[in-house]
């Protein structure tokens, strides 16, 4: 496989992929639903909400997390998850943006 060449793209352009790249799986869907049906910090139902293994949660949360789309905070031996704000609405704003931009041309293929 050939190179991405992310250079040759817009910084939000770049930004806007690693946010949905992030998102792309099931699994970080149902995550971020629980995290946001929560309204809180979520420290470990996860697991039992999602009938996935501890690890692969790990995995996932980690991803979000990378992706800057949820923020984590040690709290003993827990770490606790919840949607990062700005970043959230960075991408609500580019979403939005990005499907406002298509306008149905009178005559298409």
């Not at 792309?24 to 139902?45: F, K, M, S, V, Y």
């Amino acid at each position: 496989m050939g190179l991405t060449k992310t250079e040759i793209f817009t910084e939000g352009q770049n930004r806007l992929a690693v946010m949905l790249k992030a998102m792309a799986h099931p699994a970080r869907i149902a995550i971020l639903e629980q995290i946001i049906n929560a309204n809180t910090c979520i420290c470990g139902d996860l697991v039992e909400e999602l009938g996935l293994a501890q690890a692969t949660i790990s995995q996932h949360l980690k991803e979000l997390k990378n992706a800057g789309l949820i923020q984590g905070t040690i709290e003993g031996v827990s770490v606790c998850y919840c949607i990062e704000p700005k970043t959230w609405e960075l991408l609500h704003k580019n979403l939005d943006g990005f499907f406002r931009s298509y306008k149905e041309p009178a005559n298409c293929c």
